[in-house]
T-cell receptor, first 115, second 115 residues
Framework: DGGITQSPKYLFRKEGQNVTLSCEQNLNHDAMYWYRQDPGQGLRLIYYSQIVNDFQKGDIAEGYSVSREKKESFPLTVTSAQKNPTAFYLC??????????????FGPGTRLTVL | AQSVSQHNHHVILSEAASLELGCNYSYGGTVNLFWYVQYPGQHLQLLLKYFSGDPLVKGIKGFEAEFIKSKFSFNLRKPSVQWSDTAEYFCAASYSGAGSYQLTFGKGTKLSVIP
């Protein structure tokens, strides 16, 4: 069954701690993305990666970091530098980025709460 | 920066009413347009997309959207809504800026359908 998995579904963390959110896809897609969703704000792009070992900052990258060591995996670390980390985080992938084939498929999301 | 605007934050309709959700984008060049839907507790999923060709696009579950280039609009329509259409709807656009074609999302419109 092809798709995108994110874990965990719910995550709680204390202030000052880093936390890593997992995203795995078995769609053989080249491009992967991380978004943050807040009520009334839509989805905002944090980071994206067009190919293994390469990634680019999105609109709100401050306080986040990523890696892309394998094609199927794109973990997101929310660092203690992120001032307002409580949010719903969505991972997505697309065949590639570009004029065509950039339809994105989304995972189920991780809800992060900072206590 | 490019932007996508959705006119309504929350729309409430009775079953069988007609639906039109507004979406405007700001980029004047080549653009791909999407409508995504997020049902309660479910993944964000694609309703329909426009890349080129016929400006009237038909999607899943009886939804359609019309691309009007002169108005920079891509409104979503459905002639008769059902209770099961209750969800949040997101318009998104991808542009050729910086060669990346990353998606820019609107802030979403929450649709509540009353039985």
């Amino acid at each position: 069954d092809g798709g995108i998995t994110q874990s965990p579904k719910y995550l709680f963390r204390k202030e000052g701690q880093n936390v890593t959110l997992s995203c795995e896809q078995n769609l053989n897609h080249d491009a992967m993305y991380w978004y943050r969703q807040d009520p009334g704000q839509g989805l905002r792009l944090i980071y994206y990666s067009q190919i293994v070992n390469d990634f680019q900052k999105g609109d709100i990258a401050e306080g986040y970091s990523v890696s892309r060591e394998k094609k199927e995996s794109f973990p997101l670390t929310v660092t203690s530098a992120q001032k307002n980390p409580t949010a719903f985080y969505l991972c997505a992938s697309s065949m590639r980025m570009g004029r065509l084939h950039n339809e994105q498929f989304f995972g189920p999301g991780t809800r992060l709460t900072v206590l | 920066a490019q932007s996508v605007s959705q006119h309504n934050h929350h729309v409430i309709l009775s079953e069988a009413a007609s639906l039109e959700l507004g979406c405007n984008y700001s980029y004047g060049g080549t653009v791909n347009l999407f409508w995504y839907v997020q049902y309660p507790g479910q993944h964000l999923q694609l309703l329909l997309k426009y890349f080129s060709g016929d400006p009237l696009v038909k999607g899943i579950k009886g939804f359609e959207a019309e691309f009007i280039k002169s108005k920079f609009s891509f409104n979503l329509r459905k002639p008769s809504v059902q209770w099961s259409d209750t969800a949040e709807y997101f318009c998104a656009a991808s542009y050729s800026g910086a060669g990346s074609y990353q998606l820019t999302f609107g802030k979403g419109t929450k649709l509540s359908v009353i039985p």
